[in-house]
């Protein structure tokens, strides 16, 4: 698999770290071009890195009515289901806010794929909770996200910051990406591993890829 030109070293639909590099490097390129606000980001003492994008967008940020912290997910998915008055029922939304998402590309050395961590806060510093988080998911996607194929939205540890961030769990990147690859090799179109997996994962947690990351690798010289 060829991306942009240059070997992206993509066996069985993982990445190597080498690959990953060199993703980024050409995802860093083509963001620089339409200036979107991607950057690299080096650990400092260490050789490690990642890719990182922060960005404002409106949101909610609510309560659950129901306090206990059992039941909440449950209350939630449940309204997606519910009418709309029903569904008032189940949540307060304390107000349409601006949000700021800060979102980072690492690599996964166990799972051998890209993994997306990112956080996100109101404009006056208050983090979101991890429900706050989920009710500000598309209900679309939030079903996704409980029947597959991303299985999880947790929160964890950054393994670079050692700071606390939201992340889509990446067991299952492989099978995602599968079929992807396998329909741009069929129509013998090159293809940025980054780029494609991002704009399928991106989207649910609001982060959305534009289409000139996959249209730069065919555009002819």
Not at 136 to 145: E, F, S, V
Request: glycine share 6%; with cysteine; charged share 20%.
């Amino acid at each position: 698999m060829m991306a942009s030109g240059e070997e992206s070293n993509i066996s069985s639909y993982y990445l190597d770290e080498k690959a990953f590099h060199l993703c980024c490097k050409l995802f860093l390129q083509h963001s620089g071009v339409i200036r979107d606000g991607w950057s690299w980001a080096e650990v400092k003492g260490g050789e490690e890195g990642y890719i990182k994008k922060t960005a404002i967008m409106p949101g909610r940020f609510c309560s659950l009515l129901n306090h206990n912290a059992d039941d909440k997910m449950s209350a939630l998915t449940q309204a997606d289901e519910l009418d709309d008055e029903a569904a008032a029922a189940c949540t307060v939304c304390e107000s349409q806010v601006l949000m700021h998402y800060e979102y980072h590309v690492l690599y996964s050395f166990s799972h051998q794929v890209p993994i997306l961590y990112f956080r996100a806060s109101t404009l006056d510093g208050q983090p979101l909770s991890l429900d706050e988080v989920w009710i500000n998911i598309h209900p679309n996607y939030r079903q996704r996200l409980l029947q597959g194929p991303w299985d999880t939205l947790t929160q964890q540890e950054h393994p670079l910051l050692g700071q606390p961030f939201f992340m889509l769990h990446p067991c299952h990147t492989e099978e995602l990406m599968r079929p992807l690859i396998i329909m741009a090799d069929a129509k013998k179109r090159k293809v940025n591993y980054i780029a494609t997996w991002l704009s399928v994962v991106g989207p649910v947690v609001g982060l959305d890829v534009p289409l000139s990351y996959h249209t730069a690798l065919t555009a002819p010289n």
